[in-house]
């Protein structure tokens, strides 16, 4: 038997479904959690199938994630169908639920959020939306967990097709009507305190500076606290496995095991995965926040704060969660890009999202400004900066390539807020865990493994831990031609880049089983930090490029991907080779380029003044002679009656538009 | 008078809606549809979305297909 979940995105059947079968699947309080279709089996009836199946608000489909709906239903046979609606919006989600019932298929309908109703006065009658549906009714909360054991005794009652055959045969346009015939008999609803209260604080959240403010306040928190506690709790992790490295060594040589096998166990194996171990601590804390956040309802808020900016970059308001995401992982970022209905925004932040330095490329920055750059939190800050502003100068960059009409247009939903709850956090929690242990069991595995035959093996059999003669030195060498220009001279470097194609996570324990002299690696901190900006930009590890194949459904799309990643990530590793090269010429030099760059800036300024000059009147525009007396809001008709503002100059009292 | 016009915490009710056919339909789906009253929660303040609120839930939608929702108080 196969039981499939349908609603309205951001209703509960995720939470539910989690119930259903006792699994831990990831929940939030923002459309499009679920992306893809999920199978369980019922907890206590385990020949009955459960799906969990992304949000849609009917089954006209306009993004990828309601596609994936649509086709469930139409390609399978369902002994039954749940729909779950939101019971605080119970009248957008009937629409769904009418459509549904057109499909002629055995269903129920699950009023979830009964808790809420209760908290918000909400009095829903269970008895007429039965009548009106003509399919059994459930009042659930499944959070708290109620009426469920109810639900789950209807799972097998023979045939729930709707009873009501006048429903079956309205067409879509009438479906509206009949709703609102009826809606107020099932429902009485007033304004409620939660909202008001929502309403109050988003006047906050979303306003042009304070929204602006909270949000880097936020995120500063949860960016020093990543990086302190993550740092500090990286730290003890290696001490430990340096612990149960040096026993395992001892006690494996106390009883004979040859120099070979222990050198393979502790100069690959645990010197390798005791480095990637160690930002575990900062990828869980991260997730925390971001679970934090996305549950109660903030992260709808970003959305909406940055959607004026990021539009102007033919992204949208939606790309935050994406990159905000990808300050995690870039593949839970490219995931979490299908809410983004518009394809062009949607491809543009896919491409875009690996330039976001992810928890791994952020264990890099740590270890390299630890290694090499004195620790300096600053230069890993300005990493960012740079990070954040290549990406939106690559996005300006795909915007003059990719013009058009935006016909989709933007709706972003902004769910009422409420505290999240602990678990959620914790199954969260959970889920990364176990999914870095199995990455850093398998892959980094094997990566280290590798890289210790090929620098323990060379053209002359075994070297031991003389890597002069090894293979990898030949594949370094080779490459060093290649990195020449970015200053990256050592053939480990060279070598450490190429593992980091796998997971970037690689590139330092690669440089730690090499056992490298740090202090020769690189000549200068300029090459360093070169060095640091090549492995932020070039193309992102294996898991983010088949995701990012997935999601941009072409190959061609995904080969742009990587051009421009690699052909960014050459260029600023040069530009900074180079900087550092004329900096360690000579001060005097440098800084007279400097003022003179300046001069020269400031004089083209000035003689474009000079030309133009200021309007006095309105400040707008830069005209000498500028009749314009008053700026006013004006709009102009275009096309089928719709209108866009146009500014207006009012001379000797008549009006002209004019842009 | 279009949706871009109305003030913070003003209620309209829709009159036409003039987007494109597939913004329609999504609008349409959400309740903003011909004789809804709607409520506008904050107006656009240089050209960011504006916030409504229909049928119990706020959406952000973007002062450009704002002004292409005809509306009257």
Known sequence: MRVCLVGNPNCGKTTLFNYLTHSYQKVGNWAGVTVDSKVGDLFYDRSVKVVDLPGLYSLSPTSPDEKVVVDYLKNNALDLIVNVIDGTNLERGLYLTLSLIKLNLPMLVAVNMADELRKNDISLNVKKLKEFLGVPVVLISARAKEGLKELEGFFKVENTRSKNKKLVSLSFAQIHNEIEKEIDKIIQKKITLTQKNTEKIDKVLTHGFWGFFIFILVMTIVFSFTLKLGGYLGDELIGVIGKISDLTANFALKKGVNFATVSLLVDGVFKGIGSVLSFLPHLLIMFSFMTFLEESGYTARVSFLFDKIFSRFNLSGKSVIPFVLSFGCSVSGIEASKVIENRKEREATIMLAPFIPCGAKMAILGWFSYRFLGGSVLLALLSYFISIVILFLVAKIFKKFDKGENSEGFILELPVLRLPRLKNILSVLFIKTKEFLIKSGTVIFAVSIVVWLLSNFGPNGITYKNAENSFLRLLGEGLKYLFYPLGFSSWESCVSVLSGLLAKESIVETLEILSVDFDSLFSSPYKAFSFMAFNLFCPPCVATLAIAKRELKSVKKLFKMIGVEFAVAYLVSFGINLIGIIISLDIGLILSIFIGIILLVGFAFAIKRIGKGDCQDCKKCRKVNCEIQNHVRLYERIGNGARRRVFSRRVDGREKTNL | ?73
Do not use: H, Q, W
């Open chain 2, 1 to 73: 008078m279009f949706l871009s016009e109305i003030e913070s915490g003003k209620y309209c009710v829709i009159v036409n809606v003039l987007v494109s056919e597939k913004l329609r339909g999504r609008l349409f789906e959400l309740g903003v549809k011909k004789g809804e009253k709607i409520k506008v929660v904050r107006e656009s303040y240089k050209n960011s979305p504006i916030i409504i609120l229909v049928k119990n839930t706020f959406f952000a939608i973007r002062e450009e297909d704002a002004n292409k929702i005809e509306v009257k108080e």
